[in-house]
T-cell receptor, first 113, second 111 residues
Framework: EADIYQTPRYLVIGTGKKITLECSQT?????MYWYQQDPGMELHLIHY???????EKGDLSSESTVSRIRTEHFPLTLESARPSHTSQYLC????????????FGDGTRLSIL | GENVEQHPSTLSVQEGDSAVIKCTYS??????FPWYKQELGKGPQLIID?????GEKKDQRIAVTLNKTAKHFSLHITETQPEDSAVYFC??????????FGPGTSLSVIP
């Protein structure tokens, strides 16, 4: 059983607020990822990290930012939330290696009013 | 860029029948192909994976086949049960060490 946790699970908040979505893993994985999942189910990579102090932008442009100060923690921040940010956000982690699977958290469902 | 196609987008089967989901990838250097199952309200969970040096892998009622020449791979679920109902994603790990996911297949198993 993968040990990766996301909080909050659900968040409804007004436009203009600053939001931080938390993601923590206890497996010691160096690689971590953030995906945005739209209502059509597709997974879009928005950020990833190879380890502490490493952050990269993913394939889908996002107004969010991430940080990786500790191996186990990979928070995602929206400085000023807008209705277009409404979506499900999934965090994942994996070990280094060509055939290492990603382990996903259960996601944060974000609604911006 | 690299992409992964997945078909069908929705699939309904009677309980006890088999279900097959097919994926096609574009990067010939891809070497790792995971399959994930996502239940309502949860994150995707790995159910089976296959490396490029293997043509087939089986785990109880689930099997995956890989055809590297044609660049496609398939998930086979036999003796389907209602608890198999979920969204399934295939993935292809590219030469840039990122997993490209297919768009997903919503499987419904009708009791």
């Amino acid at each position: 059983e993968a040990d990766i946790y996301q909080t909050p699970r659900y968040l409804v908040i007004g436009t203009g607020k600053k939001i931080t979505l938390e993601c923590s893993q206890t497996m010691g994985h160096d690689k971590m990822y953030w995906y945005q999942q739209d209502p059509g189910m597709e997974l879009h990579l928005i950020h990833y990290s190879y380890g502490v102090n490493s952050t990269e932008k993913g394939d889908l442009s996002s107004e969010s930012t991430v940080s990786r100060i500790r191996t186990e923690h990979f928070p995602l921040t929206l400085e000023s939330a807008r209705p277009s940010h409404t979506s499900q956000y999934l965090c994942a982690s994996s070990e280094f290696g060509l055939d290492q699977p990603q382990h996903f958290g259960d996601g944060t469902r974000l609604s911006i009013l | 860029g690299e992409n992964v196609e997945q078909h069908p987008s929705t699939l309904s089967v009677q309980e006890g029948d088999s279900a097959v989901i097919k994926c096609t990838y574009s990067d010939s250097a891809s070497n790792y192909f995971p399959w994930y199952k996502q239940e309502l309200g949860k994150g995707p969970q790995l159910i089976i994976d296959i490396r490029s040096n293997v043509g087939e892998k089986k785990d109880q009622r689930i099997a995956v086949t890989l055809n590297k020449t044609a660049k496609h791979f398939s998930l086979h679920i036999t003796e389907t049960q209602p608890e198999d109902s979920a969204v399934y994603f295939c993935g292809s790990k590219t030469s840039y060490d990122k997993v490209i996911f297919g768009p997903g297949t919503s499987l419904s198993v009708i009791p």
